[in-house]
């Protein structure tokens, strides 16, 4: 341990419940070991992961069921609150060091009001939720902007132009949802001008979400992209104030930059002629 900077904690599925129960604990336990100073006085921050933390509370179900307690709604323990709650509220920082957790949560049924991801969701300062519809839609990453929440998105944390077009993006897309179940019934030529420009450049803010990731591109055949935050904005804004609506949609899937999005457009567009 003196030498590694990492540390794997493990409780298979095949092992008792018991000691899968206690695995995140003593993960945990030993996370804070190392933001403490590891009896050396000197704190560290710590990277903490969790993977699969619904492992976590299916574990203390499994427990529960076994000392014959009542379950609760959907079959959870009576106690899954307080048991996640004395776990996640030691995920904290010290005058020595911090702890910062990324944890894989995983969602019965997609139903984000189960019990179990709720209960987990009500510790998190954010949350990225992965959609199937999306990805069934070919965008990737597959992340759904309106079920995501983040603490930090504020205007004097990120400042008034970032928030002020997460906003914009955000009801425009809500818009778009709400939208949907008249377009699947009625068609789009059943929508008010103003509404099929709201799908119009909503369709191109979904694809626009996608992103080609350098790790990949043994899958896309597309060289990653890192994009600045600046320029995503810029981005966004632009397709909001309808700079990008004479471009096929097309033109906006798995592209880094806005400038990307407009180049592949304009290529899409020629060889249409």
Same mark, same amino acid.
């Given at each position: 341990? /003196?030498?590694?900077?990492?540390?794997?904690?493990?409780?298979? %599925?095949? +092992?008792?419940?018991?000691?899968?129960?206690?695995?995140?604990?003593?993960?945990?336990?030993?996370?804070?070991?190392?933001?403490?100073?590891?009896?050396?006085? $000197?704190?560290?921050?710590?990277?903490?992961?969790?993977?699969?933390?619904?492992?976590?509370?299916?574990?203390?179900?499994?427990?529960?069921?076994?000392?014959?307690? %009542?379950?609760?709604?959907?079959?959870?323990?009576?106690?899954?609150?307080?048991?996640?709650?004395?776990?996640?509220?030691?995920? @904290?920082?010290? #005058?020595?060091?911090?702890?910062?957790?990324?944890? /894989?949560?995983? &969602?019965?049924?997609?139903?984000?009001?189960?019990?179990?991801?709720?209960?987990?969701?009500?510790?998190?300062?954010?949350? @990225?939720?992965?959609?199937?519809?999306? =990805?069934?839609?070919?965008?990737?990453?597959?992340?759904?902007?309106?079920?995501? @929440?983040?603490?930090?998105?504020?205007?004097?944390?990120?400042? +008034? +132009?970032?928030?002020?077009?997460?906003?914009?993006v955000?009801?425009?897309?809500?818009?778009?949802?709400?939208?949907?179940d008249?377009?699947? !019934?009625?068609?789009?030529?059943?929508?008010?001008?103003?509404? $099929?420009? &709201?799908?119009?450049?909503?369709?191109?803010?979904?694809?626009?979400?996608?992103?080609?990731?350098?790790? =990949? +591109?043994?899958?896309?055949?597309?060289?990653?992209?890192?994009?600045?935050i600046?320029? @995503? !904005? $810029?981005?966004?804004? %632009?397709? %909001?104030?309808?700079?990008?609506d004479?471009?096929?949609?097309?033109?906006?899937?798995? &592209?880094?930059?806005?400038?990307?999005?407009?180049e $592949?457009?304009? #290529?899409?567009?020629?060889?249409? #002629?």
């Amino acid at each position: 341990l /003196a030498e590694s900077k990492a540390t794997f904690v493990f409780g298979q %599925m095949n +092992e008792p419940p018991g000691a899968r129960a206690r695995v995140a604990l003593s993960g945990l336990t030993i996370a804070e070991y190392f933001r403490d100073g590891d009896g050396t006085g $000197k704190g560290r921050d710590i990277l903490f992961f969790i993977d699969n933390i619904f492992r976590f509370t299916q574990a203390g179900s499994e427990v529960s069921a076994l000392l014959g307690r %009542m379950p609760s709604a959907v079959g959870y323990q009576p106690t899954l609150a307080t048991e996640m709650g004395a776990m996640q509220e030691r995920i @904290t920082s010290t #005058k020595n060091g911090s702890i910062t957790s990324v944890q /894989a949560v995983y &969602v019965p049924a997609d139903d984000l009001t189960d019990p179990a991801p709720a209960t987990t969701f009500a510790h998190l300062d954010a949350t @990225t939720v992965l959609s199937r519809k999306i =990805a069934e839609l070919g965008i990737y990453p597959a992340v759904d902007p309106l079920d995501s @929440t983040s603490r930090i998105l504020r205007a004097d944390i990120v400042g +008034e +132009e970032h928030y002020n077009c997460a906003q914009r993006v955000k009801l425009t897309l809500q818009r778009y949802k709400e939208l949907q179940d008249i377009i699947a !019934i009625l068609g789009m030529d059943e929508l008010s001008d103003d509404d $099929k420009l &709201v799908v119009h450049r909503a369709r191109r803010v979904q694809r626009f979400l996608s992103q080609p990731f350098h790790v =990949a +591109e043994a899958f896309t055949g597309l060289k990653g992209v890192l994009v600045d935050i600046k320029d @995503t !904005i $810029k981005g966004f804004n %632009m397709i %909001m104030d309808g700079e990008g609506d004479h471009l096929p949609e097309g033109a906006f899937n798995l &592209v880094g930059s806005i400038e990307q999005a407009f180049e $592949k457009g304009e #290529k899409m567009m020629a060889e249409a #002629k």
